[in-house]
């Protein structure tokens, strides 16, 4: 779990710089695009903590 977040903190700090340079150079647009993709790389990365957490709500409810 602690490489998911570490990996997802590194992509998104890398997002945001990169985001941030774009709009400073006038590519806003450009920006939105990076802001966006990262999000979708973000929730890519943290597939397996969330299929996790209902194989775990899934044995907890299945125990009653």
Same mark, same amino acid.
């Given at each position: 779990?602690?490489?998911? &977040?570490? +990996?997802? /903190?590194?992509? !998104?700090? &890398?997002?945001?710089? /990169?985001?941030?340079?774009?709009?400073?150079?006038?590519?806003?647009?450009?920006? +939105?695009? &990076?802001?966006?993709?990262?999000?979708?790389?973000?929730?890519?990365?943290?597939?397996?903590?969330?299929?996790?957490?209902?194989?775990?709500?899934?044995?907890? &409810?299945? !125990?009653?």
């Amino acid at each position: 779990a602690a490489q998911i &977040i570490l +990996k997802s /903190t590194g992509v !998104g700090m &890398i997002a945001e710089l /990169t985001a941030l340079i774009c709009t400073d150079s006038g590519n806003s647009a450009i920006a +939105k695009t &990076i802001r966006t993709v990262s999000v979708a790389t973000i929730l890519w990365l943290s597939l397996p903590m969330f299929t996790a957490l209902l194989d775990m709500i899934d044995s907890m &409810i299945g !125990g009653l």
